[in-house]
Each structure stands twice: as C-alpha cells, then as structure tokens.
C-alpha cells in the first residue's frame, strides 16, 4: 500500500471513527467539549509538572556526575603521581645496582 493510499486510510477511520462517536455520544456537544476541555487542561497540567519534575531530577543527577567525575580525577591524578615516584624510586634503585654512573663497566655507547 502506497504512502497516499495509507494516509488516506487513517483519515477515512478517524472521520468514520469521529461520526460514530457523536452518535453515541453519552452528552450533548456543549457539555462533552467542556469535558474534553477540562480533562486536557488537567492532562497539560500533569505534562508541566512531569516534565518539571524531569528537569529537577536531571539536574540534580548532572551535578552528582559532574562531583562523581571530580573525584575521579582527583584519584587519577594522585594514582599518576604514586607511579611516577615508583619508577623514580625503581630507576634509582636500578642505577645503584648497575653501578654509579649507570653502566657498570660497559661502554657508554650502548646508554646513550
């Protein structure tokens, strides 16, 4: 079935849809269309405070995340610094075992 031939079929069933609808309407037209009124009014009003509230918690969750990826960093930078002392240590150590100027009697080309 075509896209046209589709489209066409929806509005057919919603006029068809709406016809029947108004025949078996339980009020009449002004007292229905009040209802219908009222009970959108209270279905945006439900909407706002939703979508409020959404607002609320995804600010709230922006800021735990923006706290949570502080401390991560603060942890990552601090693990960097403790690495960095240990191979400092490491390498220090490795010289005094190789000897003081760092070659224990080999030739320094292979150092260099």
Same mark, same amino acid.
């Given at each position: ?23 078996? $309407?339980? /009020?009449?037209? #002004?007292?229905?269309?009040? !209802? &219908? ?6 279905? %945006? ?30 942890? $990552?930078? /601090?693990?960097? #610094?403790?690495?960095?002392? !240990? &191979? ?6 490795? %010289? ?17």
């Amino acid at each position: 079935m075509s896209t046209i031939n589709s489209f066409r079929a929806f509005v057919f069933g919603g006029l068809v849809g709406a016809a029947v609808g108004l025949l078996y $309407a339980p /009020h009449p037209g #002004e007292k229905t269309r009040k !209802i &219908l009124i009222n009970n959108g009014q209270v279905v %945006k009003d439900k909407a706002i405070t939703s979508l409020h509230e959404a607002q609320v918690r995804m600010e709230a969750f922006t800021e735990e995340t923006k706290k949570r990826l502080e401390k991560l960093e603060e942890i $990552a930078q /601090h693990t960097l #610094e403790e690495e960095k002392q !240990i &191979l400092k240590e490491g390498l220090k150590q490795a %010289k005094e075992v190789v000897g003081g100027n760092g070659n224990n009697g080999v030739s320094g080309e292979i150092y260099s």
